[in-house]
């Protein structure tokens, strides 16, 4: 990796006690376990090591290292030959059931660490990592202060999810309780989509390729969408995304990060705290609306039910634990301006959606048009150049270029220079920042001022969305693009939302272009 300087020196993750609360749950099962069983393969967590579960339900250690071994199998790929290693890797688990709230299970839980520690020769390096919900995380710190936990020589540090408030108020108030506890150094706030390969690719891709800094402005951009569609509805989250909605869940923190990893300026040195200086001041730059301002830049939505193929799809008010008269919004669509000397008037368009028709997450660069009334334009077809970005599911970026239609005397069609990084070495998002977070490099995990300026802009949105009639929520039909309002956020300086490919990238080849079109190769 190559954005701290921490990262060069520690390629292994030290010896350590890692203790997960939250060790029964969902996420734990399908992504902690699985992305710590892939650094274990990798070899890349120095022995000797610990893993204590926590959580309030009874388990020995054998029946909750059965479990590790079930949910890896269950979430993640193990072949035949890695069953000795898998099982291996079980060992060093151990359970101790305690509740957030008692002295007297903390105390045992810090007496059953130093045993297994001192019987392990592990040295007291311990990682908390807090999966659960965030009103109990002060709670959790100040218990694992008071049992004595966070002594002795080794590094401490703790881990927790998002969401971290529900505004700034919120999230000032539990950071102050964490702040009681740590310093903010050791405090590292997961947004899995900065662990996501391609969004750390996007510094790569600016500041180590020569030919695009220099046209990475004003001058040369005209617009950068970032969409961010999902497939699925609500699932059986209900009762946190009712509270959420698709402004605090997806913008406050991953289309934030994206914006900010797009506008930041070259940090001075490659190290964790320059970068996240330059992505704060993007923050700083990021144009916040006045409330009543918000329904002329901001489109809300929600999905509504429709029967598709072979099966009907409920509306959001539908869904399990979703209040009839529900106004939570599902989709979002924005148009941000970063007011600063790069970046004045080049609008940057977010959106992102549930229940849409593509599981996709990519960021478009839109370049600057040529002048069209000169050369090749007789007979239309001549777009613009795109940098598209794809960060999730499929990896990879391409360059649309227009190129000469073979036949024609200067007709133009778009075809895409394509690189596709899907390999197995790619790594998922949890597991590069827990491997982050153990060997002490924060540069991909929020700091504090990136999520108190993230809530300044998001606050007047959401209290726009409650008050002012203006802020209309619209609706779209579930496996669509969208609400039609949202391409109207475009229409004004003549942009058009660029489809989100999700699996397909645009032709590559002459052949695969004139296939698609169903049109013979020369015409
Ligand atoms: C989570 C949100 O943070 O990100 C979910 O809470 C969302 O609602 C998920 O589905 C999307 O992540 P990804 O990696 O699948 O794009």
Do not use: C
Request: hydrophobic letters at 40%; glycine letters at 6%.
């Amino acid at each position: 990796m190559m954005a701290s300087e921490v990262s060069d020196v520690l390629s292994v993750a030290p010896a350590h006690t890692f203790v997960l609360f939250g060790a029964t749950g969902d996420l734990a099962k399908r992504k902690l376990y699985p992305a710590i069983f892939n650094l274990y393969r990798r070899q890349q967590i120095a022995s000797p090591f610990l893993i204590v579960g926590v959580a309030r339900r009874p388990h020995t250690d054998e029946s909750f290292q059965e479990e590790i071994i079930n949910s890896i199998h269950e979430f993640s790929h193990v072949t035949e030959e890695e069953e000795t290693l898998l099982h291996d890797f079980a060992r060093h688990f151990h359970y101790q059931s305690a509740h957030i709230d008692s002295d007297e299970e903390f105390q045992q839980l810090h007496n059953r660490i130093d045993e297994l520690e001192k019987a392990e020769q592990v040295p007291d390096n311990r990682v908390f990592y807090l999966a659960m919900a965030p009103e109990f995380f002060g709670t959790a710190a100040l218990h694992l202060q008071k049992s004595g936990l966070l002594n002795g020589t080794g590094f401490k540090r703790v881990i927790i999810e998002k969401p971290f408030g529900h505004d700034l108020a919120s999230a000032q108030e539990l950071n102050a309780q964490l702040r009681q506890v740590f310093e903010e150094e050791q405090i590292y706030r997961i947004d899995h989509y900065l662990g996501k390969e391609m969004e750390q690719n996007i510094e790569v891709l600016r500041f180590a390729n020569s030919m695009f800094e220099p046209i990475w402005d004003n001058r040369s951009i005209a617009n950068v969408q970032i969409t961010s569609s999902e497939t699925v509805g609500v699932e059986d989250r209900a009762g946190y995304y009712e509270q959420s909605g698709a402004l605090r869940d997806m913008v406050q923190n991953h289309i934030l990060q994206m914006v900010m990893m797009i506008a930041m300026e070259p940090p001075s040195r490659l190290n964790t705290e320059a970068i996240r200086d330059e992505k704060v001041k993007v923050l700083r730059s990021l144009r916040r609306y006045a409330v009543d301002d918000v329904a002329n830049h901001v489109v809300r939505a929600q999905y509504t039910g429709q029967a598709m193929q072979d099966k009907t799809v409920l509306g959001y008010r539908e869904e399990k634990g979703v209040a009839h008269d529900s106004t939570t919004e599902t989709f979002i669509a924005a148009e941000l301006f970063i007011d600063n000397f790069r970046w004045a008037g080049v609008p940057f368009y977010i959106r992102t959606g549930k229940r849409m028709d593509t599981k996709a997450t990519e960021i478009v660069i839109q370049f600057k048009d040529m002048p069209k009334n000169m050369y090749f334009n007789q007979n239309g077809g001549l777009g613009p150049n795109l940098l598209v970005i794809r960060v999730n599911p499929a990896e990879g970026m391409y360059l649309q270029i227009n190129t000469k239609r073979p036949g024609s005397d200067n007709a133009v069609i778009p075809v895409a220079l394509e690189f596709s990084q899907e390999s197995n070495a790619v790594k998922e998002a949890y597991e590069r920042l827990i491997f982050d977070a153990v060997r002490g490099d924060s540069t991909y995990f929020t700091r504090w001022d990136e999520v108190s300026l993230a809530w300044k802009f998001v606050d007047p949105i959401a209290k726009a969305f409650r008050e002012n009639p203006q802020s209309k929520l619209h609706t779209y039909l579930a496996g669509s693009s969208g609400p039609q309002a949202s391409n109207e956020l475009l229409v004004e300086r003549n942009f058009k939302w660029w489809p989100v490919f999700g699996q397909e990238v645009p032709a590559t080849s002459l052949e695969q272009y004139f296939a698609r079109k169903g049109e013979a190769k020369r015409p």
